[in-house]
């Protein structure tokens, strides 16, 4: 914990997914002060063909999901989401008004597997 799920379009290549995947790990590492033996980033692509919104939607806008465990600020919650959203814009030219970001607070009895951390 904390797993972070990106959801894009298959607009990137494999270099860049390598180099965005490992800063934005650092970037969740450094944001939430986690020891670096944690965290997960996991890239789900899709293509244009298998997303549906409406029309004046970029259909390469991406989502995505951050799992980590209660008790975090809203200021420190809201700097994470900007950090990502900043990354995900280099590395795929997705203006951040198609960029979009959920938390959800896990309390710590509800995660299982890895390692436990409490707060």
């Known amino acids: 914990m ?6 894009v379009s298959n607009i990137m290549d494999e270099g860049a997914k390598v180099a965005f995947l490992k800063r934005t790990r650092e970037v ?11 965290g997960h980033v996991i890239l789900y692509e899709s293509p244009h063909k298998h997303r549906c919104t ?14 980590m465990y209660p008790g975090r600020s809203p ?3 809201a700097n994470l989401i900007e950090r990502i959203t900043y990354l995900i814009n280099q ?17 710590p009895h509800d995660y299982f597997g890895g390692i436990k951390h409490q707060h």
């Open 75 to 77: 200021d420190l919650k």
């Open 91 to 107: 590395y795929t030219g997705v203006d951040s008004k198609n960029i979009h970001a959920v938390i959800h607070e896990i309390p």
């Open 28 to 38: 969740v590492i450094e944001t939430l002060r986690l020891d670096p033996i944690v």
């Open 2 to 7: 904390p797993h972070l799920i990106i959801h």
């Open 54 to 67: 409406y029309a004046d939607r970029d259909p390469n806008f991406v989502f995505f999901e951050v799992f």
